[in-house]
């Protein structure tokens, strides 16, 4: 199902409302980056022409009043991002489905990340939001952007240095399977290399070298590893049609993705190298393209409930 932005009229309204806003923030914004960097270049000249005081006095007063711009103009900016979010996202969503509702002060919380097994180091920095919630048919599914890092500090001649890394962002899907499973399956991408086996060291469930599953499906197992620990039902799920469909949405995705199948529950980890449903602050709303991105993505989600069959019921919950 397409979403009509230009033909929506009632979402054409609101755009254009938001657009009067958005224009009086990046004004407001770009007015107070200017006043900074005239404060910058008057404190370099003032160094350059041999006046460093008179430099950085003249130099304050354009920095402070910038950053005051940007100061007072940030709480509109918040409920501007915020009200893209409620009435253009949130109509978007609706127009999928009446049952699909965004709250962007929610997300996946950080033990449900690490419950889905998914990734081998506890996050030290976490960031959620953006909490996508709904049906598809029968099947209930969320999803939520992250942004999840660890740090390491290192001794330096000059101290102690702190380095973030990122352990995964993107987005964290998941969806009801209809199926109270026994054991574990996890799907990883084959090209996750050494790191992989550091994540085994580190599991809760202890997965060794006898819970590699080989799978018929010569290109699955050419993408993926698979580990299960119970054989049987790791089989049970991995299908034939299920590791196609799985196949099939890898391949609409810039970099591979990663599965786990968990009690009753499916996870997809998507990265992603961008932060999606953000309002534009220097690009008109009033362009199609700024806003077809987030609702391309909105779709994508939606569909992998119907990409995965999920909603033909093969098991009975137990």
Same mark, same amino acid.
């Given at each position: =199902? ?11 309204? #609101?755009?254009?409302? =938001?657009? !009067? ?9 770009? %007015? ?19 006046? /460093? ?9 354009? #920095? +402070?009043?910038?950053? !005051? ?6 709480? $509109? ?20 489905? &009446? ?5 962007? @002060? ?7 990340? =690490?419950?889905?097994?998914?990734? $081998? ?16 048919? %029968? ?6 952007? #992250? ?15 702190? &380095? ?36 085994? $060291? ?15 499906? #010569? ?17 049970? +799920?991995?299908? *034939?049609?299920? =590791? ?9 995705? %810039? @970099? ?7 009690? $009753? ?12 449903? &953000?309002? /534009? !602050? ?5 362009? *199609? ?24 019921? +093969?098991?009975?919950? &137990?």
């Amino acid at each position: =199902m397409s979403f009509d932005i230009a033909n929506n009229v009632a979402l054409q309204q #609101v755009l254009a409302t =938001m657009e !009067v806003e958005r224009k009086r923030i990046a004004g407001t914004q770009t %007015k107070g980056y200017i006043f900074i960097a005239a404060g910058i270049l008057l404190c370099i000249l003032g160094f350059f022409l041999g006046f /460093p005081i008179p430099g950085v006095i003249s130099g304050l007063v354009p #920095v +402070i009043y910038g950053g !005051v711009l940007l100061f007072k103009i940030n709480d $509109s900016l918040t409920a501007y991002q915020n009200a893209y979010k409620t009435n253009v996202i949130g109509a978007a969503l609706k127009f999928l489905d &009446e049952s699909l509702s965004i709250n962007p @002060y929610r997300g996946i919380e950080a033990s449900e990340f =690490m419950y889905t097994q998914l990734f $081998s180091n506890e996050p030290d920095r976490y960031k959620t939001e953006d909490l996508v919630m709904g049906c598809a048919d %029968k099947t209930r599914f969320y999803f939520a952007e #992250v942004h999840a890092e660890y740090k390491t500090v290192t001794e330096t001649k000059d101290g102690r240095r702190t &380095e973030w890394h990122d352990i995964f962002r993107g987005i964290i899907f998941a969806a009801d399977f209809n199926k109270k499973f026994n054991g574990i399956t996890i799907v990883r991408p084959k090209d996750f290399g050494t790191a992989f086996g550091a994540w085994f $060291s580190k599991n809760l469930f202890s997965f060794g070298s006898n819970d590699v599953i080989q799978l018929e499906n #010569v290109e699955f197992d050419k993408t993926f590893v698979t580990y299960g620990s119970d054989q049987v039902e790791s089989r049970y +799920i991995l299908t *034939p049609a299920m =590791m196609e469909r799985i196949l099939s949405l890898n391949h609409q995705t %810039k @970099y591979n993705i990663s599965l786990s199948f968990i009690e $009753s529950r499916m996870y997809i980890a998507f990265p992603l190298n961008r932060n999606y449903f &953000e309002a /534009p !602050v220097f690009k008109s709303l009033l362009n *199609p393209e700024t806003v077809n991105q987030d609702i391309s993505t909105i779709n994508f989600m939606y569909d992998i409930v119907k990409e995965l069959d999920l909603n033909t019921r +093969i098991w009975g919950k &137990e």
